[in-house]
T-cell receptor, first 112, second 114 residues
Framework: QKEVEQNSGPLSVPEGAIASLNCTYSDRGSQSFFWYRQYSGKSPELIMSIYSNGDKEDGRFTAQLNKASQYVSLLIRDSQPSDSATYLCAVNTYSSASKIIFGSGTRLSIRP | EAQVTQNPRYLITVTGKKLTVTCSQNMNHEYMSWYRQDPGLGLRQIYYSMNVEVTDKGDVPEGYKVSRKEKRNFPLILESPSPNQTSLYFC?????????????FGSGTQLSVL
């Protein structure tokens, strides 16, 4: 089992709809959770971080964390073509406090 | 401008020819790290450094070396590159390191080993 798992996609969502991206992790003691966006040929950039159970909202983005289910998700409301990218879930694992483990990413495509 | 600078952006080399990829940050960050990105495998950590003269192995350190003689620089050295090291490499830094720190990434180095 991978430490951080994501569906590779592609996930195709119509413009204006809600895109829902999911991530599961294996280390129950994980402390910090991140969503990075990576455009094709570019480097990852942080868009959301979440540390406690529940929802965290920032503009059109909402991160959701459920530690009991070891599940973190990212919702993108009013999806725009500029949201088309690969979204990487990253988790700081309890087993090694100096390491962040990345999932393989979900490719999101927003269709006009 | 605050940034992580990697060089070169593209590199084609042959098996066994030593190479160095440079990484420099101007944000006075303590933590620096190298990742490689391969299709379907995501970002995998090669080495990281919590501070000057302090380095440690990540998940895939075989075939790589690093050094941290100065706070701002963290070069990645491939002593004898092999074709399985063909990959996209990213250097990243953060103020103090995990658990809760945002990582700033360089623009990447696409390496091809023939």
């Amino acid at each position: 089992q991978k430490e951080v798992e994501q569906n590779s996609g592609p996930l195709s969502v119509p413009e204006g709809a809600i895109a829902s991206l999911n991530c599961t992790y294996s280390d129950r003691g994980s402390q910090s959770f991140f969503w990075y966006r990576q455009y094709s040929g570019k480097s990852p950039e942080l868009i959301m971080s979440i540390y406690s159970n529940g929802d965290k909202e920032d503009g059109r983005f909402t991160a959701q964390l459920n530690k009991a289910s070891q599940y973190v998700s990212l919702l993108i409301r009013d999806s725009q073509p500029s949201d088309s990218a690969t979204y990487l879930c990253a988790v700081n694992t309890y087993s090694s406090a100096s390491k962040i483990i990345f999932g393989s990413g979900t490719r999101l495509s927003i269709r006009p | 401008e605050a940034q992580v600078t990697q060089n070169p952006r593209y590199l084609i080399t042959v098996t066994g020819k030593k190479l160095t990829v440079t990484c420099s940050q101007n944000m006075n960050h303590e933590y620096m790290s190298w990742y490689r990105q391969d299709p379907g495998l995501g970002l995998r950590q090669i080495y990281y450094s919590m501070n000057v003269e302090v380095t440690d192995k990540g998940d895939v350190p075989e075939g790589y070396k690093v050094s941290r003689k100065e706070k701002r620089n963290f070069p990645l050295i491939l002593e004898s590159p092999s074709p399985n090291q063909t990959s996209l490499y990213f250097c990243a830094s953060s103020l103090e390191g995990p658990p809760g720190e945002k990582l700033f990434f360089g623009s990447g180095t696409q390496l091809s080993v023939l």
